[in-house]
C-alpha cells in the first residue's frame, strides 16, 4: 500500500558510514596490555552503537564456527579463535562475507615452530583484505615483527604489507557497504 501511494527512494551509498567513525583513528594496537584493550573496547563500541554482543555461529561446510562476540556486522576474536584451530580459507571467506570489520585481539610474536598458525593468519589477512573488511587488532608486536623466521617467513612479507595497507586512511575510509 505504501508503495501504491508513496515514491520508494532507494538512499543506500554502498558505504558503511559507522566504518568512517574511525578515520584518524588507529586501528592496530601494540603492544598488548591493556590500551590496546580498552582501544578494541572503543572501536566495537563506536562500531555497534554500544551494542554488547553475542556470541554467534556460523556453518561453514556444515561445521559450526563460533564468533565469540558480534553485533551489528562487527566481530571480535581473539587471534586463538582464528590461527590456533584447524580453519582454512573458506572458514575466513564466511567472516569476510558476514562482517564489515573484524576485531583481532592477541596477536603474538610467532615463532618458528608456529608456522602452522602463520600461515592461517596469512590466509586470514589476504582473506579480509580482498573483502576488503576492515580489521582493528592488538598485537604483541607491529607487523614486521610477526613472524620474522621459519617456514614461510619470507610470503609473509605479504601479509605484513597489508597489515600497514589496511591502517591507512584510504583502506579504512572507503569501504563497501555489506
Not at 564489515?100 to 602452522?116: F, M, N
Request: aromatic share 8%.
Amino acid at each position: 500500500m505504501l508503495k501504491a501511494k508513496l515514491y520508494v527512494l532507494e538512499l543506500d551509498s554502498g558505504r558503511d558510514w559507522r566504518l568512517a567513525r574511525l578515520h584518524g583513528k588507529p586501528v592496530y594496537h601494540f603492544p598488548l596490555g591493556r590500551a590496546a584493550l580498552e582501544a578494541l573496547e572503543q572501536a566495537f563500541t563506536e562500531l555497534t552503537d554500544g551494542a554488547p554482543g553475542d556470541s554467534t555461529t556460523l556453518i561453514v561446510k556444515g561445521r559450526p564456527l563460533v564468533v565469540p562476540r558480534a553485533a551489528r556486522n562487527v566481530a571480535w576474536c581473539s587471534f586463538a579463535d582464528l590461527c590456533a584451530k584447524p580453519l582454512a580459507a573458506p572458514d575466513y571467506l564466511a567472516i569476510a562475507e558476514r562482517f564489515a570489520a573484524v576485531l583481532i585481539e592477541g596477536i603474538p610474536r610467532l615463532a618458528p615452530q608456529q608456522r602452522d598458525a602463520a600461515r592461517r593468519f596469512n590466509i586470514l589477512i589476504d582473506t579480509l583484505y580482498e573483502a576488503r573488511t576492515l580489521v582493528i587488532a592488538s598485537a604483541e608486536v607491529p607487523p614486521k615483527q610477526i613472524y620474522t623466521a621459519g617456514d614461510g617467513s619470507f610470503e609473509f612479507q605479504r601479509t605484513v604489507s597489508r597489515l600497514v595497507e589496511m591502517q591507512s586512511e584510504n583502506y579504512i575510509v572507503n569501504r563497501p557497504r555489506r
